[in-house]
Each structure stands twice: as structure tokens, then as C-alpha cells.
């Protein structure tokens, strides 16, 4: 196979093949239905000339042909377009992360591709995880992926990083029949973090919004037919994404290696973390109030 001789000579491009021709026949390949061709072949050596430099003079239009596979088959039934966009996504997400560590693209660019990740992201009804014989589609977390590769950018400021935020609890509380089961829930308080790691967002602008989805997984006084589940999947997800970053706040997060500004980022905890930690169990709380003991209440001595 061609591709695979390229991988085996150290991701060096042959002399009788542009980079521009190469580059048009990996994105198609991006949105195939086998794992080995858009996984270990597609977006591998994509993420290798990005991470090598090959694209830096022609980063933003990388992204910009790489952008409109967010929208093939959008909204439409379940079926193998998935992978053009969630891939796509992710390989925006290298992009982004690329620009974060060199500053090869400019404002309006970044931004630009920054509305057309969120456009797909809150309107994303395919939500699978892994699927048997055709390997992950993950777009939810691809979706995360991308996002904190935005949040991380020098472009994107308070306003930008707030829309992040509403962007997250839209895409969270819209009803789902999938319930996440391959990690995204940790994925996408990741992504939280990294927002929260840049400091320019206020406790009483992320309280509100941690209130928002603390409202998604709380049992509604009327459900509507009796016969409906609860918690839906919707909630399940909810609940799983406040306890994830309930973890990881406690925790704390790392950044990545392979992105410089990362190391400055992640260096201290966010500054507001002891209020957000608090704000975030007040949420988990009022979940199951039956069940957990009120932290304004003094606990039992001896």
C-alpha cells in the first residue's frame, strides 16, 4: 500500500506527489468507514506534518479545507458520515494546537473556525462511541478535543471562552438516546479545565452556569408520561460530567507535552478553584439530596 511505504520511510513525502495532492487524498480519507485507513493512516500522518512543520506556511488553509467536514451528513440519519466530521473535529484540534505552539494564524482565522466547530458540536445528534468492525467515532470527545485546543488559544479571550462554556452545557443537556460509556465525560471536563486554567472567567459567571446543568439532572416535579426514564440519558451524561470535573478539580489536571504553552497554563491551580470545587458539590448534592450530608452542618465530634 502507498501510504503505508510513506509511514515506513519516516513520513517523508515522495518526490513524485505534492503535498497539496497528498493533503486532499488523507482528508478524504479522513471520513472512511475503516479504522486503518482514516485512524492509522489518515489522520497519523496528517498529525505528523503538522506536529513537523510541513503545514506552518499553509496552516490556516489546512484548517479551512479541513473545516467543512464538520458539516458532511449533518443532522442527517445515523450513518457512516460520522467519521468525516468527527475526525475532522479532531484534526482541527491539531491545527489549533499546532497554531497555539508556533502563531502561524491569525485572529480572524482561528476564530472563524472556532464558530464552525461549535456550530457542529451543539447540533452533532450522532453521539457513538465506539461501533463494532468500523472502530471510534467519539464525537463527543473529538468535540472536547477541539474545544480545549480553542480554549488554550491566545485568541480567544473572556467573551470567546464564556461562549465555550454555554456551548458545553448546550451540547450536554440536549436529550440524547446515547449514554456516554468511553470516557467522554472525562474528555470534557478536560476541557473545562483548560478553560478555567486561563483565569479570565469570574466565579459568578461559572456558578451560574454550573447551576445550569446542576438543573439538568435533577428529577423534573412533572416528567411528562409516567413512563419516562429517569435519569435520561441526557441526565446520566450530566451527572457524569459534574463528578468528573468534581474529581479532576480535586485532582488537578496536567497539560499536554507536546504543547509549550502548557506548561505555564497548568503550572498552579485555577485561581478560584477551593469556590468552584464548593459550587460543584452543591450541584452533585441537590442531585440526591436524601443521600448526602450537608456541608453546612457541623460534623459530630468523637
Known amino acids: 500500500m502507498f501510504w503505508q511505504e510513506v509511514m515506513q520511510s519516516g ?22 468507514p475503516n479504522p486503518r485507513i482514516r485512524e492509522d493512516v489518515a489522520y497519523t500522518v496528517l498529525t505528523s506534518w503538522i506536529n513537523r512543520g510541513d503545514y506552518d506556511r ?45 502563531h502561524v494564524v491569525g485572529a480572524q482565522t482561528v476564530l472563524a473556525w472556532g464558530d464552525l466547530a461549535t456550530s457542529w458540536f451543539v447540533r452533532e445528534k450522532d453521539h457513538r462511541g465506539w461501533i463494532p468492525d ?40 440536549e436529550p440524547t438516546p446515547y449514554v456516554w460509556s468511553h470516557g467522554e465525560d472525562d474528555r470534557l471536563a478536560y476541557a473545562i479545565m483548560t478553560l478555567l486554567h486561563r483565569n479570565a472567567l469570574d466565579t459568578d459567571l ?6 445550569r446543568l446542576g438543573s439538568g439532572i435533577q428529577l423534573p416535579r412533572t416528567r411528562g408520561h409516567a413512563s419516562d426514564e429517569w435519569p435520561s440519558p441526557a441526565a446520566r451524561n ?19 507535552t507536546d504543547l509549550r504553552t502548557d506548561a505555564e497554563l497548568f503550572a498552579e491551580q485555577p485561581a478560584a478553584r477551593s469556590d468552584l470545587l464548593l459550587a460543584v458539590l452543591d450541584q452533585i448534592r441537590a442531585e440526591s439530596p436524601w443521600l448526602y450530608r450537608s456541608t453546612t452542618k457541623a460534623l459530630p465530634v468523637g
Not at 496552516?59 to 440519519?77: E, F, M, N
Not at 463527543?140 to 462554556?165: M, Q
Not at 479532576?248 to 499536554?256: C, E, M, T
Open 11 to 32: 513520513m517523508n513525502l515522495p518526490s513524485d506527489l505534492t503535498l497539496d495532492d497528498a493533503t486532499v487524498e488523507l482528508v478524504i480519507m479522513l471520513g472512511d
Open 58 to 102: 499553509l496552516l490556516a488553509g489546512l484548517g479551512d479545507g479541513i473545516a467543512p467536514g464538520l458539516s458532511q451528513g449533518l443532522g442527517q440519519k445515523i450513518d457512516d458520515t460520522v467519521f468525516r466530521r468527527s475526525y475532522s473535529a479532531l484534526m482541527l484540534a491539531e491545527i489549533v494546537g499546532r497554531d497555539n505552539n508556533e
Open 134 to 173: 468500523k472502530g471510534w467515532a467519539q464525537t463527543i470527545s473529538h468535540g472536547a478535543d477541539v474545544l480545549a485546543a480553542l480554549a488554550r488559544s491566545r485568541h480567544f479571550g473572556r467573551l470567546e471562552l464564556t461562549v465555550l462554556l454555554d456551548v458545553i452545557a448546550d451540547r450536554v443537556l
Open 206 to 211: 461559572v456558578e451560574p452556569w454550573l447551576a
Open 238 to 256: 450530566t451527572s457524569a460530567l459534574l463528578r468528573a470535573l468534581h474529581l479532576q478539580l480535586a485532582l488537578g489536571v496536567q497539560g499536554r
